[in-house]
């Protein structure tokens, strides 16, 4: 039975919707009682909440972490799981990331497609389930997350408290189907740094310039797309000046700032993009740690703990994606290469830290390539620190979820559906093999996801729309096991 169409009627509301869905800042904050992600988040959480239960659905919020919203009965459970959080909206928009703009049928704004928009799709499809007025052979939720960006303990709670779906799938990806997704590393590479005691003014044969602090990155799973030092410098300007300006001219991305007499500001601009996919974005920490380099090789920078930290970026990771100067490179034919993003790097007077997403395929021993990285950096006087972890996933064509799915995909396109594999990390890997990730996102279309100028396509939201309500179809009433 093809019932994809039903979800039509309510493309007004969902335009809506989304809009002001996006509206709501809801990234990761410093958690408050009961706000254990903070206000933001619990926000959207709620908005969700209400807006389901105005669409007649039963709501429960489960301790600010997560909710779901409940439709029919049975002992079986399904499952659709979305997340209200994304990452923080950064620079470089040419339009209010939080203004959920409308223009020739595209809505832009930071979560519009990750995942804001196929949340609000979600509860629509539902609706028009319950439109048809089927009594249902099982349990249907929308489970609706405040995590995913940031390591999904969310789910970690939510799971603990309530049911594991029997089915479910999660269209926070692309079509058609994802059943393996990399394991997922969040890895701190930590080092204290050797104090000394240093002339000031330098002794004339001493590099002048000293590095007092580097930061750049915010989170993981995102390019960084800004990062400075701040330098020591003499108040003179002196040879040294004008070889600095003659290195920051070699990189356009790279901007000097006299901030006072012995203090210079050096930033380096990039482009934000995806961790799994290090190459979608231009990271600012591997410029910014190449041009340090320079520095130290022209002999104008003194080679102490932060410079020498800033070099092993450079040489083991620099604009690498893939490990291959780490000594960690693999691949799988048929699920894709291990890869590499320098997230993160806070550096000063006592310690030096730099954060790394690693995502390793799903059908390789990702627990022998940490062995090896760690005893690299050992080498290098350095610790490693395992922040997070998630278990790869992989759910086999054979199993009922896929055939159902499949049957929901080629309902409504009339195309084959290909069983696919990504780096990118979804709650189908919190579900223990009984999830997938299925959508939202179309081949060959790129939403800006983590970037600037993130949209979504109306028309594509009610494609996927059509597909997600076969596929709540496929999960209430088939009968195969």
Same mark, same amino acid.
């Given at each position: ?13 969902i335009e809506r919707g989304i809009r002001e869905?996006?509206?709501?800042? +809801? ?15 619990? !926000? ?7 807006? %389901? ?36 909206? &950064?620079?470089?928009? /040419?339009?209010? *990331? ?11 704004? !930071? %979560?519009?497609?990750?995942?804001? %928009?196929? #949340? ?20 249907? !939720? ?10 999904? /303990?969310?789910?970690? =709670? ?14 926070? #990806?692309?079509?058609?189907?994802? =059943? ?21 003014? *330098? ?19 995102? $390019? ?12 003179? +300007?002196?040879?040294? #000046? ?19 007499? @012995?203090?210079?500001?050096? !930033? ?65 034919g048929d699920y894709g290469r291990l890869t ?30 940490? #062995? ?5 950096? @050992? ?31 080629? /309902? $409504?396109? &009339? ?9 990118? %990390? /979804? ?22 996801? =983590? ?12 494609? =996927? ?17």
């Amino acid at each position: 039975m093809n019932v994809s169409s039903a979800i039509r009627q309510y493309e007004s509301d969902i335009e809506r919707g989304i809009r002001e869905l996006i509206g709501i800042r +809801s990234f990761l904050e410093e958690p408050q009682p009961g706000l254990p992600y903070g206000s933001g988040v619990d !926000r959207a959480l709620r908005y969700m909440l209400e807006l %389901g239960e105005r669409l007649g659905f039963a709501a429960k919020y489960v301790d600010g972490y997560a909710g779901h919203l409940e439709y029919g009965s049975g002992d079986e459970l399904a499952a659709v799981l979305v997340h209200v959080d994304t990452v923080p909206e &950064g620079a470089g928009w /040419t339009v209010d *990331p939080f203004g959920g703009e409308l223009r020739d049928g595209t809505i832009f704004g !930071r %979560g519009a497609s990750d995942n804001k %928009g196929p #949340a609000i799709v979600a509860l629509y499809a539902l609706r028009a389930i319950a439109d048809m007025g089927i009594a249902p052979r099982r349990t249907f !939720r929308v489970i609706v997350g405040t995590n995913e960006e940031n390591g999904m /303990t969310d789910m970690d =709670h939510y799971l603990a408290a309530e049911k594991l779906p029997d089915y479910a799938f999660v269209p926070d #990806a692309g079509y058609p189907i994802i =059943h393996a997704e990399k394991a997922y590393y969040v890895l701190r590479i930590r080092q204290d740094r050797e104090i000394s005691e240093v002339e000031w003014p *330098p002794h004339p044969q001493t590099p002048p310039l000293s590095i007092v602090s580097v930061a750049g990155g915010k989170a993981a799973n995102v $390019v960084p797309e800004r990062c400075e030092a701040e330098l020591r410098a003499p108040a003179d +300007s002196g040879p040294w #000046a004008e070889k600095l300006r003659e290195c920051a001219a070699a990189d356009p991305r790279i901007a000097i700032e006299r901030l006072d007499a @012995q203090t210079i500001r050096v !930033r380096a601009e990039g482009r934000s993009g995806h961790g799994s996919n290090p190459h979608s974005g231009i990271n600012a920490i591997a410029h910014l740690a190449a041009f340090l380099r320079l520095l130290a090789d022209e002999r104008v920078l003194r080679e102490d703990g932060i410079c020498a930290f800033t070099r092993f970026l450079h040489e083991r990771i620099g604009f690498e994606a893939f490990g291959e100067s780490l000594g960690i490179a693999c691949s799988d034919g048929d699920y894709g290469r291990l890869t590499v993003n320098l997230a993160a790097i806070r550096a000063d007077g006592e310690r030096q830290e730099a954060t790394l997403n690693v995502r390793v395929p799903p059908t390789l021993d990702d627990h022998a390539m940490i #062995a090896r990285l760690r005893g690299v950096l @050992q080498a290098h006087g350095m610790e490693l620190e395992i922040v997070d972890y998630l278990e790869p996933l992989f759910v086999p064509g054979e199993h009922p979820l896929i055939r159902k799915l499949s049957r929901a995909y080629e /309902t $409504v396109t &009339g195309e084959p559906a290909k069983l696919l594999a990504i780096g990118g %990390g /979804t709650y189908a890997r919190k579900l223990r093999n009984r999830g997938v990730a299925f959508g939202a996102g179309f081949p060959g279309l790129d939403t800006n996801v =983590h970037r600037p100028d993130e949209f979504v396509r109306l028309e594509d939201m009610m494609r =996927h729309g059509e597909i997600c309500t076969q596929a709540i179809y496929e999960l209430l009433y088939a009968d195969e096991s």
